[in-house]
């Protein structure tokens, strides 16, 4: 396990109840984004949608993790919020030190050139057609005042990083579909970001083009550091990160953390254990195959054990369950 992972996990496992003193410690200590107890309600045709409620999330400096989750799951509300994009309702939401919910609408932009990178699933979205690849990648630069001998130089290192060096004079509708998402990769990161969000980057792709583009963001987490959330339907992308976070009616539901173990033989093999997620609130998602085929539902009862807790469906009035 590297440091960072057990770093991760450490803050995962060691968060208490928030205190009512000064000496408190804040809730997410040296984590990158930092989602304590967070809500974003919708309001649409006079009815209230709880997108997000009271999601608690921590990603460690130089993560690269995946999040996962159904169709309104609030995966991609979450992404939004973290990208400045939206403004959460309650609860608090912190990337790199910058409160999410205190921000302006200056300073929300200035986050967004500077603190974080986006990049969308739809490749037209990523590029302006009538520029080349070069051209792409220095736009941020150029909008954030930087010169142009370092813009050049910049664009020259990501482009060559990112493995599309030799796309740097080709304007996007010369390019294939993952070409284009790796030149979206280097835009997002033009700025040093501290993190780069990704939202379904390889959706649209096939089988090839999704592995060159994962693998030039599997590059920028280790060369550069940036930390890197990707949010995917791709069982193959998920597969290949040390931490997968599913998201489930609003909340965490499971984390899946792998490892590499090396055996007695010296054989290296890689383990992938699931975990569900208490979040600060005590509330823990049961996953639906449980609930199904115990025949959850209404009221369970709870009891406490030595090393667990156990859990059984409601027996019938009148009955007692062992």
Known sequence: MTSVERTSIEQLTSVGE????????????SAV???DRLVRIYTTAGIEVQALQGLDLLIAS?????????????????LNILAGLDTPTAGQA??????????????RLAYRRTVVGFLWQQTSRNLLAHLTAAENVALPMRLAGIGRGDRRRRTGELLELLGVGYCADRMPAQMSGGEQQRVAVGVALANEPSVLLADEPTGELDTDSAESVFGALRTANAELGVTILVVTHDAQV??????????????ISTEVLRQTTVDSAGQAADVAQEYSVLDRAGRLQIPRDFIESLGLRDRVRLALEPDHVGVWPAAPTGQDRP
């Open 18 to 29: 928030r205190g009512d003193t000064a000496a408190a410690p804040a809730f997410g200590g």
């Open 33 to 35: 984004i930092v989602c």
């Open 62 to 78: 130089g993560e690269l993790t995946a999040l996962v989750g159904a169709s309104g799951s609030g995966k991609s509300t979450l």
């Open 94 to 107: 912190r990337v790199a030190g910058h409160d999410l919910l205190a921000m302006g609408g200056g300073e």
């Open 238 to 251: 998920s597969g290949q990160v040390r931490r997968t976070i599913a998201i489930r009616d609003g909340r």
